[in-house]
T-cell receptor
Framework: QKEVEQDPGPLSVPEGAIVSLNCTYS??????FMWYRQYSRKGPELLMY????GNKEDGRFTAQVDKSSKYISLFIRDSQPSDSATYLC?????????FGQGTELSVKP | GAVVSQHPSWVICKSGTSVKIECRSL??????MFWYRQFPKQSLMLMAT?????????EQGVEKDKFLINHASLTLSTLTVTSAHPEDSSFYIC????????????FGQGTRLTVV
C-alpha cells in the first residue's frame, strides 16, 4: 500500500463547476498537508498549505484535512479553464514530502 | 512567496557524459534541499535529501555514485548525473524548505534531461 493515494483521473469538468480533489494516506505521523498545481512541463507550485486538521480557504480554493479519517480534500469553486493542470497532494513529517500521484484536471470552456 | 531557481531548464547530453543541475534559493536560506525525479504522468519521487555542509541522504534504490549531490552553501545545491544513460532521461526537480521539520516546500522550475 502506498503511503499516499490519489486518483490520477483524468477529471474533466465544465467551466464554473465545483471541483473536488482528494487524497488518502496511511501514515498518522503526517502533520503538514499541501496541495501543489503543476502545469505541463513546469515544476509544481504551492497552492495551499495546512497544518494538522481543519479547513483553510484562499479565494476559490478550500483545503480540508480530516486526520481521523486520514483524508484530505481540495475544492475549487467556479472553476476556470486556467485551472486545467495536474494537482498533487503532498504530506510531510519532518521535512520530507511524500506526494500523491497527481490528478489531471481539465476545465472545459 | 519564496523563490527557488533551478538551472538549466532543459539539457540534452550524449550517453556517457555528466550533467550538473543547480538549485538556488534566491531570497531565503535553505538548510535542507530535496531532489526529486518525475517520469511522464507520474508523481514526484524523492531521490535524496541534501543538508548544507553534510553528505546527502539517498532514498532506497538511488545510486549515490551516479547522482552526486553537493550542498556547499545555504543557498545552493547541485545534482550531477554522472555517466548519463538514456534511461536517466527524466524531469528533475529540486525543492527547498524554510525553517525546520516539515515547513512548506518551494520548488524549482525543473530540469528536463534528455540523454541521447
Amino acid at each position: 500500500q502506498k503511503e499516499v493515494e490519489q486518483d490520477p483521473g483524468p477529471l474533466s469538468v465544465p467551466e464554473g463547476a465545483i471541483v473536488s480533489l482528494n487524497c488518502t494516506y496511511s501514515n498518522s505521523a503526517f502533520q503538514y498537508f499541501m496541495w501543489y498545481r503543476q502545469y505541463s512541463r513546469k515544476g509544481p507550485e504551492l497552492l495551499m498549505y495546512t497544518y494538522s486538521s481543519g479547513n483553510k480557504e484562499d479565494g476559490r480554493f478550500t483545503a480540508q484535512v480530516d486526520k481521523s479519517s486520514k483524508y484530505i480534500s481540495l475544492f475549487i469553486r467556479d472553476s476556470q479553464p486556467s485551472d486545467s493542470a495536474t494537482y498533487l497532494c503532498a504530506m510531510s513529517a519532518g521535512g520530507k514530502l511524500i506526494f500523491g500521484q497527481g490528478t489531471e484536471l481539465s476545465v472545459k470552456p | 512567496g519564496a523563490v527557488v531557481s533551478q538551472h538549466p531548464s532543459w539539457v540534452i547530453c550524449k550517453s556517457g557524459t555528466s550533467v550538473k543541475i543547480e538549485c538556488r534559493s534566491l531570497d531565503f536560506q535553505a538548510t535542507t534541499m530535496f531532489w526529486y525525479r518525475q517520469f511522464p504522468k507520474q508523481s514526484l519521487m524523492l531521490m535524496a535529501t541534501s543538508n548544507e555542509g553534510s553528505k546527502a541522504t539517498y532514498e532506497q534504490g538511488v545510486e549515490k555514485d551516479k547522482f552526486l549531490i553537493n550542498h556547499a552553501s545555504l543557498t545552493l545545491s547541485t545534482l550531477t548525473v554522472t555517466s548519463a544513460h538514456p534511461e536517466d532521461s527524466s524531469f528533475y526537480i529540486c525543492s527547498a524548505i524554510m525553517g525546520q521539520g516539515g515547513s512548506e516546500a518551494f520548488f524549482g522550475q525543473g530540469t528536463r534531461l534528455t540523454v541521447v
